[in-house]
């Protein structure tokens, strides 16, 4: 098998990609400029990890300080680091010192010198260097942001907030948006059509809905009226002094029928629609509520809308397995999931070649907040991508040309054409 993967590897670390999901700065002069290695790397995910293992939140808070020396920060840091730096975030981070900074492994003994290259790399061009000239990335669709340079990204906008309005600095702001006073149900829904048709004219590509962090992904069809009964909340706190948020709950049906006229809205537009599912970043959650199968109503009543599931649903990758069986309008994005769980993502790929048309899978998404990460994420899901494909070589399945062949695929072709990118 060994043979099989360096031959395909060879092959694979060489593609141009598409990234198919980010939460990147949208300008590389919208990075942060007052930190350091410490706060960037521990921005996103492997904080998680290193809460997991036992940091105290308010020692988490305390390395977050751009004031404190780096040394104080790895004494405080460091038994949870060692504990967590063999999982997928902590490797992660390890290749990426490694390829961009020339630092063997993350440690006591390297920290200083890490951190002074790193602030180095705060200059114009580190972008380029990441994202274009190692990663190979030809683009990289970018989470809620229409201003983003469009030599690295491309725009996916959300609608969350016309789906789950939360305050009435939520209305506000879908006012200031859409140019118009929200007073009824109809306005409310004009509202949202005037704001996605400007998001689109402003080069957004797909819509996007992260609400399992928030409740069930299970939608249902419900009627108009039940609906604008759950509208009507939002100005039963009209009243409450100007200064505070003037919070309220629109209820679940509200919520699930908006859902469902955001997706008329994708289906008349010819949008994918990526929904996050599984695993919800930060520590705790109720898992159940991302469990993409709540969906399948979805897939049923708008077959022509396609649905790019995010994160193999892991943990129930093999649910979504099944669903991008059963539906032709369902795809498997493993954006994030090569650094959840690089093993998860060899077998959950195995058991999809056997079982899912390989044009309906997306190798990679990086979903980092710090472009450092970016490289290491990729390169695993290189590796992964390669050890999936050569395990299948070797039980005869295809040839290894065959397999250079999908991995292209599911790399670049693929998410090329689900997106739509042109």
């Given at each position: ?82 504990y967590s730096r063999y999982t997928g975030y902590g490797r992660s981070l390890d290749i990426s010192a490694k390829a961009l900074y020339n630092i063997d492994m993350i440690s006591r003994d390297t920290i200083e010198e890490l951190n002074d290259s790193f602030k180095k790399s705060l ?148 949008l994918t629609f990526q929904f996050h599912t599984g695993l919800q970043e930060g520590n705790g959650n109720l898992i159940y509520n991302s469990d993409p199968s709540l969906l399948s109503n979805l897939f049923l009543e708008y077959p022509d809308v396609d649905f790019d599931i995010f994160h193999i649903g892991y943990p129930y990758q093999h649910v979504l397995s099944a669903l991008a069986k059963n539906f032709p309008n369902v795809y498997i994005d493993m954006c994030w999931a090569h650094i959840i769980s ?81």
């Amino acid at each position: 098998m060994q043979n099989a993967f360096n031959e395909i590897f060879e092959y694979v670390k060489e593609l141009i990609i598409i990234d198919s999901h980010e939460h990147l700065p949208h300008r590389e002069d919208a990075r942060e400029k007052d930190t350091d290695v410490i706060i960037e790397y521990l921005a996103h995910y492997f904080n998680r990890d290193l809460i997991s293992a036992g940091l105290s939140t308010e020692d988490f808070q305390r390395v977050m300080d751009p004031d404190m020396p780096i040394m104080e920060k790895w004494d405080i840091v460091e038994p949870f680091w060692n504990y967590s730096r063999y999982t997928g975030y902590g490797r992660s981070l390890d290749i990426s010192a490694k390829a961009l900074y020339n630092i063997d492994m993350i440690s006591r003994d390297t920290i200083e010198e890490l951190n002074d290259s790193f602030k180095k790399s705060l200059e114009p061009g580190h972008f380029k260097r990441v994202l274009k000239d190692m990663s190979k990335i030809e683009v990289s669709l970018l989470d809620a942001n229409l201003e983003c340079d469009p030599y690295f990204f491309r725009s996916v906008y959300r609608l969350d907030d016309f789906i789950y309005p939360k305050s009435h600095r939520d209305v506000a702001e879908i006012e200031k948006k859409s140019g118009i006073r929200i007073n009824t149900m109809d306005s409310w829904l004009e509202a949202c059509e005037i704001v996605l048709d400007k998001a689109l004219e402003a080069g957004a590509v797909a819509l996007k809905s992260g609400l399992a962090y928030d409740r069930s992904l299970r939608y249902d069809r419900v009627t108009r009226y039940e609906a604008e009964q759950g509208f009507n909340e939002i100005f039963k706190t009209l009243n409450s002094p100007d200064w505070g948020d003037k919070p309220f709950d629109v209820g679940k049906p509200f919520q699930d029928y908006m859902m469902h006229f955001v997706l008329s809205l994708a289906n008349k537009r010819n949008l994918t629609f990526q929904f996050h599912t599984g695993l919800q970043e930060g520590n705790g959650n109720l898992i159940y509520n991302s469990d993409p199968s709540l969906l399948s109503n979805l897939f049923l009543e708008y077959p022509d809308v396609d649905f790019d599931i995010f994160h193999i649903g892991y943990p129930y990758q093999h649910v979504l397995s099944a669903l991008a069986k059963n539906f032709p309008n369902v795809y498997i994005d493993m954006c994030w999931a090569h650094i959840i769980s690089p093993a998860a993502c060899v077998n959950a790929l195995i058991e999809w070649i056997d079982s899912v048309p390989y044009n309906k899978i997306t190798a990679f998404g990086g979903d980092y907040l710090l472009v450092d990460a970016v490289y290491g994420h990729q390169y695993l899901a290189r590796v992964n991508v390669s050890k999936s494909l050569a395990h299948k070589v070797e039980e005869g399945i295809f040839s290894t040309d065959e397999a250079k062949h999908i991995a292209k695929a599911l790399f670049y072709d693929n998410p090329k054409r689900i997106f739509k990118l042109t």
